[in-house]
């Protein structure tokens, strides 16, 4: 995933899903959720952290490390006090 000031996790997770060659009905399946529900994670750049552990172990895919590595990129641009 490409790095940027605003990681948008619904796109991270969709596009996870992608890389993984796996459909949208397989990842609902496994998660026991509608197709629906899956597209509204997709749109929305913000998720919780239940959902999002039960995605990153469906996918196998830590999404929480992209976060953080996004985090620490963030506060290196900070001035130093």
Do not use: C
Request: no cysteine.
């Amino acid at each position: 995933m490409e790095k940027s000031e605003n990681f948008h996790i619904g796109n991270a997770i969709h596009e996870q899903l992608l890389k993984n060659g796996q459909s949208v009905v397989w990842l609902a399946k496994q998660l026991k959720v509608k197709r629906a529900t899956l597209y509204r994670i997709f749109a929305n750049p913000h998720i919780d952290t239940f959902t999002l552990q039960q995605i990153s172990v469906v996918l196998r895919h830590n999404f929480a490390a992209e976060f953080a590595e996004l985090l620490d990129i963030r506060i290196d641009k900070l001035p130093k006090v």
